[in-house]
């Protein structure tokens, strides 16, 4: 099914995966936030839709407070030049908007146009060199390192990580204890961050997700979701673990990252949203670098 022309939206559903991955595909984005998956998972409490624009994808997202925001155009040909052009179509409407996401080059090349890009801190993704984060030896993170050989010692024997497949995600969709405050929240301290999980959960094998589980003495303690998101990155969308198992959060976290394939150099492991205690965790395992992201607001 063809989705509407700009200004009009088409609301994101399932049987768009094909279309949008195509899209991704050309374009190789290395913002989080542009996977057909997360798009999905937040499309009913972010309003997700999707609008054509000569050619070009352009995705719209409404916040719970009724902002209206687009990201960049998704196109393999002169993202510039359709970037400029829903800018222009959209204050046409009169509309008050942002466009975020927005990545280098083109944030440099909106400022050369004469646009005031901004700094969107709160959503840097971080960046960490999978050979790093998928060693418990390693000296790079050297405290991650040692919490987890820690936890391999104390429950040696007791613990069992499982690749995750749609019975397993069945499983955790049943299962309400991720949902209480025990376990950890993971990395987005969001009220709709139930919802996404469920989503993913619910549409693990539909997405083409991949994730693990834990078991502690045969008890589900904890598991992660996350997806390839470009020829050599992946990225990390949800984890949680239960609290009272210290180290096990980071030992999730190494089993998974630990089997990707090989040309997977780099896990995107999402933003910190300003949360200070996140930020400070997230930087102590040293990313080796950010995905810099800016933003644009029309009609302010």
């Known amino acids: 099914m063809p989705i509407k022309e700009f200004p009009e939206f088409t609301y994101l559903r399932m049987h768009h995966k094909e279309m949008v991955d195509e899209y991704l595909k050309d374009a190789q984005p290395h913002a989080s ?6 798009m999905f998972i937040w499309r009913r409490t972010r309003a997700l839709g999707l609008s054509d624009l000569k050619g070009a994808l352009v ?3 409404m916040s719970p407070l009724g902002e209206l ?3 960049p155009p998704v196109t393999h040909k002169d993202v510039l030049a359709s970037t400029i052009s829903l800018i222009e179509k959209a204050e046409n409407n009169n509309e008050k908007f942002a466009i975020d996401s927005i ?3 083109l944030a440099g090349q909106l400022r050369e146009e004469g646009y005031n890009v901004e700094p969107d801190r ?3 993704d971080y960046v960490y060199k999978a050979s790093n984060l998928g060693d418990p030896n390693s000296s790079k993170h050297e405290s991650r390192s040692l919490l987890i050989r820690k936890f391999m010692e104390k429950f040696e024997g007791r613990c069992r990580y499982v690749d ?3 019975d397993l995600a069945n499983t955790c969709l049943g299962l309400r204890d991720w949902r209480e405050p025990g376990w950890c929240l993971g990395k987005l301290k969001l009220l709709e961050e139930p919802y996404a999980i469920v989503e993913s959960l619910k549409y693990f094998s539909e997405l083409g997700l991949i994730g693990g589980v834990v078991y502690m003495d045969d008890e589900l303690a904890g598991f992660t979701m996350g997806e390839r998101m470009s020829d050599n990155m992946a990225v990390v969308h949800s984890e ?3 609290h009272k198992y ?7 976290n190494m089993e998974f990252i630990s089997r990707l394939p090989n040309e997977v150099t780099w896990v995107n492991m999402e933003q910190d949203l300003g949360d200070t205690g996140l930020r400070k965790a997230m930087k102590r395992y040293e990313p080796d670098h950010h995905v810099e992201k800016f933003i644009l607001r029309i009609g302010d």
């Not at 936030?33 to 997360?38: D, G, I, Q, S, V």
């Open 33 to 38: 936030e542009l996977t057909f998956a997360n």
């Open 59 to 61: 995705i719209s997202e």
């Open 69 to 71: 925001s687009y990201y």
């Open 103 to 105: 990545t280098e080059p």
């Open 122 to 124: 709160k959503n840097w």
């Open 164 to 166: 995750m497949d749609k």
């Open 240 to 242: 949680k673990a239960n």
């Open 246 to 252: 210290p180290g096990l959060h980071q030992y999730l």
